[in-house]
C-alpha cells in the first residue's frame, strides 16, 4: 500500500513537472521566456514548447496582432489661426520586436498605449498649430497625418532606445471646434445661409416680377390683336351687309322704304314703356297708311 501510494505521489510529481516545463504559445502572441528575471529567449511561432519549471524559467505572453489606439483626449489644440479644435484620431500600431519592447516600454500592452498616447499627441499638437480649419478639413489633411506618421515613427525608433514597435496607420476621423464656440460658429454659419437664402427669394422674386410683366405685355398684344382681327372681320361683314342691302333695295325702291320704315318703328318701340307723342298724319306713320305695302 505504502509502495502504491509513493508511486502514485511520484507520478503525481513528476507530471506536474513535465507540465510546469510545456507551455503552448497562440498564433495570436509571442511567448517570451523569462530566466531569473531575465529574457532567456522569445518565441515567435505558435506550438506547443519547453523550458526549466519555475522558478529557474517562467514564461509570458505578449499580443502580435495589429492593435488599435485611439485618442481619449478632449482638450482643445489652437490652430495656425488661433482656432481651437478638437480632433478624434486612432493609430494602428504592432509589437515588432518583443525584447526591445520589454526592455524600453513595459511588460504589456497597456504600457505601450500610455506611452504611445503621449508621443501622437504631442505630434498632432504640433501639426495643427502649423495648418489652418480649412487645410485641417480638406486641403492638407493627407499630409498632416503622414507627418504625423512619420514624427511618431522617429520616436519609436529611437538610436537609443527604441520600442519595439512599429507604426501602420494614423488617421484623423473628426475634426470641430471646441466647445466654448461651437455657438458662436453655426450662429455665423445660420446667419450666412440666411443670407444666402434671402438673397435667392429675392432673385427669385425679380425673376417673377419678369416673367409676370412679360406675360402681361404677351396678353395685351394678343388681346389688341384679337381687337383688331375682330374689327377687321366685322368691318368687312358689315361691308359685305352693306352691299348686299344696297343690291336688294335696289331692286325695288317701295320696299326698301318699307323696310327702312319698320327699322325705324322697331327702334322707336323698343320697351312698352316708352311714349311717342306725334301727329298720326306725319310722315313716320305713311308706310302703315300707304296702300303700297298690300301690293
Keep these: 500500500m505504502n509502495k502504491t501510494g509513493f508511486a502514485l505521489t511520484s507520478l503525481a510529481v513528476a507530471l506536474a513537472i513535465a507540465s510546469s516545463m510545456l507551455f503552448v504559445v497562440d498564433q495570436r502572441q ?28 517562467n514564461v509570458s505572453y505578449i499580443d502580435k ?3 488599435t489606439l485611439e485618442s481619449t483626449d478632449s482638450e482643445p489644440t489652437l490652430t495656425a489661426e488661433k482656432q481651437r479644435v478638437v480632433i478624434d484620431w486612432y493609430v ?8 526591445q519592447y520589454i526592455r524600453n516600454v513595459g511588460l504589456n500592452e ?37 507627418d504625423v506618421k512619420r514624427q511618431v515613427l522617429a520616436a519609436v525608433r529611437g538610436s537609443d532606445k527604441p520600442w519595439g514597435m512599429d507604426i501602420v496607420d494614423v488617421r484623423i476621423t473628426r475634426v470641430d471646434y471646441a466647445q466654448s464656440i461651437t455657438k458662436s460658429v453655426y450662429d455665423r454659419m445660420e446667419a450666412e445661409r440666411k443670407r444666402v437664402a434671402n438673397d435667392l427669394r429675392a432673385q427669385g422674386f425679380a425673376e417673377g416680377e419678369k416673367i409676370r410683366a412679360d406675360a402681361d405685355r404677351q396678353r395685351e ?12 372681320v366685322k368691318g368687312d361683314g358689315d361691308g359685305k351687309a352693306a352691299g348686299i342691302y344696297a ?8 320696299f326698301a322704304k318699307f323696310y327702312r320704315s319698320l327699322e325705324a318703328y322697331k327702334s322707336s318701340f323698343a320697351s312698352k314703356s316708352d311714349v311717342l307723342v ?5 310722315d313716320f306713320f305713311k308706310a302703315m297708311r300707304s296702300s303700297d305695302v298690300t301690293k
Design 30 to 57: 509571442f511567448g517570451v521566456v523569462y530566466q531569473l528575471g531575465q529574457i532567456k529567449k522569445v518565441v515567435t511561432e505558435p506550438g506547443l514548447n519547453f523550458k526549466l519549471p519555475p522558478p529557474f524559467q
Design 110 to 146: 497597456s504600457a505601450g498605449v500610455i506611452q504611445l498616447n503621449r508621443v501622437v499627441r504631442n505630434s498632432f499638437q504640433q501639426e495643427v498649430n502649423k495648418r489652418t480649419v480649412s487645410e485641417l478639413l480638406s486641403t492638407r489633411r493627407e499630409e498632416l497625418m503622414e
Design 247 to 254: 343690291e336688294a333695295f335696289g331692286r325695288d325702291a317701295s
Design 278 to 282: 306725334v301727329d298720326p298724319s306725319s
Design 92 to 99: 494602428r500600431w504592432r509589437i515588432s520586436e518583443p525584447q
Design 221 to 232: 398684344v394678343i388681346v389688341a390683336n384679337a381687337f383688331r382681327d375682330a374689327q377687321k
Design 65 to 67: 496582432r495589429l492593435l
